[in-house]
């Protein structure tokens, strides 16, 4: 009988220290009789009287609002959990690791330090990210997420509403970016293949560097591009395009609704085509499939290789350098040709035609609504025909069969 009294007086002392501490406002759990011997300190758990009580772990430095912490030093939770960490600040968050981080209702999983997250989750690891209403599953340090998600490596992005999967120092604005990438800004933008320094506005890109994108799409490899509503699928450096595109590859060209599929440099395109390899040709609605350099075309196609050309409503198929066309055809090869409404099929060089025609081979011949389909050079038609050959001759309303040289024909024939 005694011995059972003496092991009940231990637990009723305790007993009565807990509701001298609640009387006194505030107590310590677990607290000896002054009598007792002195032993080690089991649990050092502090509460308030206060509704909900506040508890204080004395020995860890913790702060529990509410909230369940199984490991860690430090930490300050308002109705959240904790597994392990230092010094982190919980509201109505759930941590597993990571020190230094504030969380208000948002979820990490793992392991980072650092991290501001509201209404936001880190499931990888991350140093230094603060994420609002944004999900973050990759490696990642620095970030700044609103109401976007980062599931691949990167560090130092900013994302508002954007996707991003691999990068670093991108500004994702609605955008997403899936390749590899760094310093990019994308305004309802997609990249998805590696580029550097670029900027997206509701435009796609899958590779290049520098690159500036409104509505526009690039596939193929390019730096320092502008796109306005254009799209280029060929590799290209330095190309404006304005609701154009390029196929092909080609540096410093400028595209006005207009198409290049060939290789060339430093073309204007004006609602104009250029199929064929060019070089510093300007075409206003013109259309060139064959190689040329230099040429401007005004709602002409040329087809043929010639350089220096200029076409207005022209059409030149055969090869021919340095030529003028004004609604003119020239089939053949020829160099230094003016064409006003003429037709030149056979070779020629240095012509001028004016609703002339001239199938033979000629130089420096002049046609007005002439036809010529011999040979000769240095000839003048005025509604004069001449099929023979001969050089230096002027027909006017004439006919010249025969071969001669030096003629002057007034409605005459010579054959």
Do not use: E, K, W, Y
């Amino acid at each position: 009988m005694m011995r059972s009294i003496r092991q009940g007086i231990p637990r009723l002392i305790g007993v009565s220290s807990l509701v001298a501490a609640m009387a006194g406002g505030v107590g310590a759990v677990g607290a000896t009789s002054a009598t007792a011997a002195p032993q080690a300190v089991p649990s050092a758990i502090v509460c308030t009287q206060s509704q909900p009580p506040t508890c204080f772990d004395t020995a860890a430095g913790n702060v529990l609002q509410q909230g369940a912490q199984t490991g860690g030093n430090g930490n300050v939770l308002q109705q959240g959990a904790q597994t392990g960490g230092n010094g982190n600040v919980l509201q109505q968050g759930a941590q597993t690791g990571g020190n230094g981080n504030v969380l208000q209702q948002g979820a990490q999983t793992g392991r980072g330090n650092g991290n501001v997250l509201q209404q936001g989750a880190q499931t990888g690891r991350g140093n230094g990210n603060v994420l609002q209403q944004g999900a973050q599953t990759g490696r990642g340090n620095g970030n700044v997420l609103q109401q976007g998600a980062q599931t691949g490596r990167g560090n130092g992005n900013v994302l508002q509403q954007g996707a991003q999967t691999g990068g670093n120092g991108n500004v994702l604005q609605q955008g997403a970016q899936t390749g590899r990438g760094n310093g990019n800004v994308l305004q309802q933008g997609a990249q998805t293949g590696r580029g550097n320094g670029n900027v997206l506005q509701q435009g796609a890109q899958t590779g290049g560097n520098g690159n500036v994108l409104q509505q526009g799409a690039q596939t193929g490899r390019g730096n320092g591009n502008v796109l306005q509503q254009g799209a280029q699928t060929g590799r290209g450096n330095g190309n404006v395009l304005q609701q154009g595109a390029q196929t092909g590859p080609g540096n410093g060209n400028v595209l006005q609704q207009g198409a290049q599929t060939g290789p060339g440099n430093g073309n204007v395109l004006q609602q104009g085509a250029q199929t064929g390899p060019g070089n510093g040709n300007v075409l206003q609605q013109g259309a060139q499939t064959g190689p040329g350099n230099g040429n401007v075309l005004q709602q002409g196609a040329q087809t043929g290789p010639g350089n220096g050309n200029v076409l207005q409503q022209g059409a030149q198929t055969g090869p021919g350098n340095g030529n003028v066309l004004q609604q003119g055809a020239q089939t053949g090869p020829g160099n230094g040709n003016v064409l006003q409404q003429g037709a030149q099929t056979g070779p020629g060089n240095g012509n001028v035609l004016q609703q002339g025609a001239q199938t033979g081979p000629g130089n420096g011949n002049v046609l007005q609504q002439g036809a010529q389909t011999g040979p000769g050079n240095g000839n003048v038609l005025q509604q004069g025909a001449q099929t023979g050959p001969g050089n230096g001759n002027v027909l006017q309303q004439g006919a010249q069969t025969g071969p001669g040289n030096g003629n002057v024909l007034q409605q005459g024939a010579q054959t």
